[in-house]
């Protein structure tokens, strides 16, 4: 008799799927190695709005998938073959670097799935190369860079000396910032995987110009503004930055070298609005012992936009709904507004910011204005959908 | 020997209904695994047939799969730009043409490497083809018109007369016709009186010298070979992942195809094929059942290490009763 | 003029650095036979350690022992545990080994420390700069560096030029085999040298980590110039680790100082700072391979 009962709710199990199995998502992100504090941001970005909505995104329940590329662009493409082909996920996200979104992103979309990017907008993929299964949640790379370049020029600053490492989104960087502050610019190219900026520093100084820009991430970034410091050029020659060279980590490992630059973002912790307060406030309950960044308001945002989406379609089984769903990006981001421009990346504001001390000498970012409004990127031009 | 070509002949047989096999026990994305694990194979075979069969320690492999991996990145670029590759090669993405000139391009630039690094020996001859493959690194990451760091997405794969190379299976039955020859004729090598010559060099340089063997040369060749090797491997990786980075020709990945030849048996036939098996399986299964998968894959690396002499080959052979 | 002097101590900075590194390498490279790609872990486990216990304690000084302690008891460890089975093997058995430990340690340094690098700080008194010649100040920090490198140096030489151990250690570079043949109980040595090799990474890792940062994977990123140090240098010579360590600081720095400016003389700005740091950055492996196609064993190498 028992069994007979467990049979027929089994049967009425079988019967509603949408119940019985959660909506998955795949997540393909960089958790090894030095930049792997990035993946794992993400990724809890994302994990902290599902659980807000207690295992829901939308009011349709959700398990996120997670998978470590290495940052090998082979493996991320192996991660989403068998996301979509073995457990038939039909919504990715994740990727952090541009190189291992080349390899993947295109994999994706051609296979019918949709992918939405929490990090990395590489112009080969703004422009000529958009999808209309491609979203952009955070930024078109060159954006960060020109909010830097408009900050620069909204302080008054004519002469700048710009750093950033030899590779392309180091160059992208550079012509970002310069396109934007419309002044004199000093470019000054940096090695891959240089640690050591005392070259550099002299350089700097003996340059005479009266804003630094430089842009290098994570590591690189840290050993900068620590230098920056020692060399005596901290209050010396005022400093912008984009925000992946300031993101709440660096400040963290910085310490009171970052007192007084000033930062450029989307989005910052103090922001007055009513979704990025219940955030903020979340994340503080749930990793008292880690900042939030950038990168996991990103994941954050990719996940609420996911929900509004889900709450139209209730699912995942029609691409067609869930591509136009999510095109409207009909979601309370906390940043503020937020709409897709032609190429599915975002048109959003750029904020300045300012580091200062906060409790017992820790430096945190306070935002001071708006530098830009509702921009999108100069790749959308090329977009044809 | 019987027995041997028997076994052959089932393995051929397995791997060749492998993607029926993949579809019946509902893995279909085990099929691309064994795609690279066959690409990376040829790779980690190439290098051995210096490292392990001519005893030289290259470490700059690396160089030869992403020169691979760009001429077709590069023909590509320029078929879809319709533009002249240097104002002098036209584009194209016929794989009978980008595989063969993959092939001459890592084969030009190896016999360039080769005849300055063979001026060296042993440790320093691992460190000058680090150098030059560092520098070539350099140099693509350098190439702004090519992507730079973010390399070249090759949005369509090459193709064959007749063949719809976008079905997964059709691609791994052609790499692994390709893998085929490539083993038959790298047989055909290593048991040539070539191959002989090759191991008496690695014994004993001074005495093959000393019966008039022109050291040198016979050592340049093998080396230009297992670049050219490498760079096919690297053309049908660019093929399958649609993309080539600078990213293929980083010291790391030299250093991982260096570990798959050594977990599979330095100086085997086979050995680097198991080696590539067991490395990318490995990263792949490790890595889906935990985030903190590189530590057991180090630990296991360990444990092979000082558990076996010369690698899983050794263990295959020591299993199976010796021969 | 002044811009010139305060490269070549930028240089002299990076040099010593990379000398302190090398030297261990170079001796476990030299002696032992052994190829130790696992020597950055030691280096960065130095800084995790070493800043973990100034942090916790408010002294950067008590993280010197820290960070000496721990490196220096790993390297123990990896010895006992791992290398000694080894020596008799292949060199390719040996990089196979020590691969498996980068990838342990990076993942063990994650599950201690978290992803996130390290906040660390200067020691009071040592977070400014001093006015060497009028309009150069430097970092006071740094010249320390310099000072702790020239004085490890100069250590090393006594201790092989005129102890017991040193001896032996001398003679072991030149001729390992006789060594053991002449009844010296070589393992007590193996272990000595480890140790120390290890004992000097941890030390470079710790007064790296208030300029640097404190991160997974660091030590990988300075490994592969230490090996390009060893070679230049010739294996096993701990005068050759010093020169090339000094020699390739300064190319380095002094290439990727000078070289973008001197190329716009010749050509448009842009083209000449994206080309002059393209070859900045391959200088050193220039320098490598110049060297060993001139002198294959190494500036100091030994000819046997």
């Known amino acids: ?385 | 020997m019987t027995r041997h070509r028997i076994l052959g002949l089932g393995l051929l047989l397995v791997l060749a209904l492998m993607p029926v096999l993949t579809d019946l026990a509902g893995q279909p994305a085990f099929l691309s695994l064994m795609t690279r694990i066959l690409i990376y194979g040829m790779a980690a075979a190439s290098l051995n047939f210096v490292l392990g069969f001519g005893g030289m320690v290259s470490f700059g492999h690396a160089a030869f799969f992403g020169i691979g991996g760009y001429v077709v990145g590069f023909l590509f670029f320029h078929q879809t730009e319709g533009t002249l590759f240097l104002g002098l090669i036209p584009g194209t993405s016929q794989l009978l043409i980008t595989l063969p000139a993959a092939v001459l391009v890592s084969g030009l630039v190896a016999a360039l490497i080769g005849t300055l690094a063979l001026r060296t020996g042993g440790v320093q001859f691992i460190m000058i083809t680090l150098a030059f493959a560092q520098m070539i690194f350099f140099f693509f990451v350098s190439l702004k018109t090519y992507g730079g760091e973010d390399g070249i997405i090759i949005r369509r794969a090459n193709e064959l007369p007749f063949l719809n190379m976008r079905d997964k299976a059709t691609f791994y039955w052609v790499v692994l016709a390709i893998t085929t020859l490539f083993f038959l004729g790298l047989r055909r090598v290593v048991n040539s009186s070539f191959g002989a010559v090759l191991d008496g060099l690695r014994q004993n340089e001074r005495r093959m010298a000393a019966l008039g063997v022109p050291a040198f040369r016979y050592k340049l060749y093998a080396f230009v070979l297992s670049g050219m090797g490498t760079g096919l491997a690297g053309a049908l990786m660019a093929n399958f992942l649609r993309f080539a980075s600078p990213d293929m020709l980083h010291w790391t990945k030299s250093g991982e195809l260096m570990v798959m030849v050594i977990l599979g048996g330095v100086g085997t036939l086979f050995g680097p094929f198991l080696g590539a098996g067991a490395f990318m399986v490995l990263e792949s299964v490790l890595s889906s059942w935990s985030e903190h998968w590189p530590l057991a894959l180090g630990l296991i690396l360990l444990v092979v290490v000082l558990g076996t002499k010369g690698g899983l080959m050794a263990l295959v052979s020591r299993l199976g009763g010796r021969k | 003029m002044i811009l010139f002097v305060e490269q070549v101590l930028n240089g002299l900075q990076y040099g010593v650095m990379l000398f302190l590194l090398a030297a261990g390498l170079t001796l476990i490279f030299g002696i032992m036979g052994v190829i130790n790609l696992a020597h950055g872990s030691l280096y960065m486990i130095g800084a995790y350690a070493g800043t973990y216990v100034a942090a916790q304690t408010g002294s950067f000084w008590l993280g010197v022992p820290a960070a000496l302690a721990a490196a220096a008891l790993t390297g123990f460890a990896i010895e006992a545990l791992v290398v000694r089975r080894l020596y008799a093997r292949d060199h390719l058995d040996q990089v196979l080994a020590t691969f498996g430990l980068i990838l342990t340690f990076n993942q063990s340094i994650i599950l201690l420390f978290g992803r996130q690098p390290l906040f660390t700080q200067l020691p009071a008194g040592l977070d400014g700069s001093v006015m060497l010649l009028p309009g150069l100040p430097y970092p006071t920090y740094r010249l320390l560096m310099i000072a702790v490198g020239l004085l490890v140096a100069v250590g090393l030489y006594f201790l092989i030029n005129r102890t017991r151990i040193g001896m032996l250690v001398r003679a072991g570079a030149t001729n390992r085999e006789m060594v053991r043949a002449l009844g010296v109980d070589i393992r007590l040595l193996y272990t000595l040298v480890f140790g120390l090799g290890a004992l000097l990474a941890g030390l470079a890792g710790f007064m790296a980590a208030p300029i640097l940062a404190v991160q997974v994977g660091m030590g990988e990123q300075i490994l592969l110039a230490t090996f390009v140090v060893v070679v230049i240098g010739g294996v096993g010579s701990i005068r050759g680790a010093f020169v090339a360590g000094i020699l390739l600081g300064l190319v380095d720095t002094l290439l990727r100082a000078f070289l973008p400016s001197l190329l716009r003389q010749v050509m448009p700005g842009s083209e000449a700072d994206a080309l002059g740091i393209g070859i900045a950055s391959m200088g050193i492996y220039l320098l490598m391979a110049i060297v060993l196609l001139v002198r294959p064993k190494g500036l100091f190498g030994a000819t046997a």
């Open chain 1, 1 to 385: 008799m028992k069994s007979l009962l467990t049979a027929a709710s089994l049967l009425a199990l079988m019967a509603l799927p949408g119940l019985a199995e959660p909506v998955k998502i795949g997540m393909i992100t960089t958790l090894s190695g030095p930049p792997g504090y990035l993946g794992e941001q993400i990724r809890d970005g994302m994990q902290l709005a599902i659980d807000m909505e207690g295992g829901k995104l939308g009011g349709v329940e959700v398990a996120l998938v997670v998978e470590d590329d290495g940052l090998k662009p082979g493996n991320g493409l192996q991660i989403a073959d068998k996301f979509m082909n073995e457990d038939g996920i039909k919504l990715l996200t994740g990727i952090v670097f541009s190189n291992v979104a080349g390899a993947t992103v295109p994999e994706i979309v051609d296979n019918g799935a949709i992918y939405i990017s929490p990090n990395a907008g590489p112009s080969n993929l703004a422009g000529a190369g958009c999808n209309p299964n491609y979203f952009v949640v955070s930024w078109q790379n060159d954006a960060l860079h020109e909010a830097s370049g408009a900050a620069a020029k909204k302080l008054g600053y004519t002469k700048a000396v710009a750093l950033a490492p030899n590779y392309q989104a180091g160059k992208d960087a550079i012509a970002g910032f310069a396109r934007e502050f419309g002044g004199e610019v000093t470019e000054i190219y940096t090695a891959l995987d240089q640690t050591d900026f005392a070259p550099e520093m002299a350089q700097i100084r003996a340059a005479g110009a009266d804003v630094v820009f430089q842009f290098h991430p994570g590591g690189q970034g840290i050993a900068f503004l620590k230098q920056y410091q020692q060399a005596g050029l901290l209050g010396a020659v005022p400093m912008v930055l984009s925000e992946p060279s300031l993101d709440a980590v660096i400040l963290n490992a910085v310490g009171e070298a970052a007192i007084g630059l000033r930062g450029t973002t989307h989005w910052n912790h103090d922001f007055d609005n009513a979704a990025s307060k219940a955030m903020v406030e979340a994340w503080a309950a749930k990793y008292p012992d880690r900042p939030l960044t950038t990168y996991g308001q990103q994941g954050y945002d990719t996940a609420r936009l996911i929900a509004s989406a889900l709450a139209k379609t209730g699912g995942v089984d029609d691409i067609d709904a869930l591509r136009a769903a999510l095109r409207e990006a009909d979601f309370e981001s906390t940043r503020g507004a937020f709409s897709f421009g032609p190429n599915q990346h975002p048109v959003q504001d750029w904020f300045l910011t300012e580091i200062v001390a906060g409790d017992g000498g820790k430096p945190v970012a306070v935002t001071r204005e708006k530098l830009r409004e509702q921009v999108g990127d100069v790749y959308a031009a090329e977009c044809k959908m």
